[in-house]
């Protein structure tokens, strides 16, 4: 693999941001939910980076990137709704169209797990992929989740609950 390193979102990543989620709009669009389209500006990213840096601050959410070595930003993970009482979170991940198929997700999925279990010291996480994403279902079955049956039916456009107990 060429080399990518996973680090936490920054306050300076503005430019950055917009860039890698204006060039992967339609490819995330076909994957998941749209974004509203205020996201898609240099305030609405900044808001949203404020927003996700608050809720770090605060013990909620862990945001990363997946940066290259020219440090482009080639993706983004996140830990997502840390619940400590419950020592429960949602994971969340999304890698640019043309780094695909290398491994990113599956890297930037073992680096929540890593900080799940050290730094908040979680004891469950929980993903939520639409049925038809079998590239994000592979990575989760290769990182050790297991699909809930009961939480998915076989229809397209359903979302299916994997859950890993660490
Ligand atoms: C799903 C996604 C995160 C995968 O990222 P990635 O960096 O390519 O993932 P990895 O390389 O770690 O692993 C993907 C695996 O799925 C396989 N795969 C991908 N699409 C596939 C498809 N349509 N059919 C079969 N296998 C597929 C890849 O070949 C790879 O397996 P391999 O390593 O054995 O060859 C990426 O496609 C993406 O960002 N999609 C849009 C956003 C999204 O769906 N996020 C997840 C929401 S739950």
């Known amino acids: 693999m060429k080399s990518f390193r996973v680090r936490e979102l920054k306050s300076t990543d503005n430019e950055a941001l917009l860039a890698f989620e204006i060039h ?6 076909s994957h998941i939910d749209a974004r509203d389209p205020s996201f898609y500006s240099l305030q609405g990213v900044a808001d949203h980076i404020e927003c996700y840096l608050s809720d770090f601050a605060i013990g909620a959410w862990h945001p990363f990137v997946i940066e290259d070595s020219r440090q482009k930003i080639v993706g983004r993970a996140n830990l997502k709704s840390i619940n400590s009482p419950k ?3 949602q994971v969340g991940y999304r890698i640019d169209q043309h780094a695909c ?3 990113l997700a599956t890297l930037a999925l073992r680096h929540l797990i890593h900080e799940a279990q050290m730094r908040w010291e979680l004891k469950q996480l929980v993903a939520y992929v639409y049925q038809e994403n079998v590239g994000s279902r592979k990575v ?3 990182c050790g989740f297991s699909l809930e049956q009961l939480s998915c039916n076989e229809k397209a456009g359903e979302e299916c609950r994997f859950v890993l107990s660490i």
């Open 87 to 89: 020592r429960s979170a």
């Open 101 to 103: 198929g290398q491994g």
């Open 24 to 29: 992967n709009r339609e490819w995330f669009e």
């Open 140 to 142: 989760l079955g290769r």
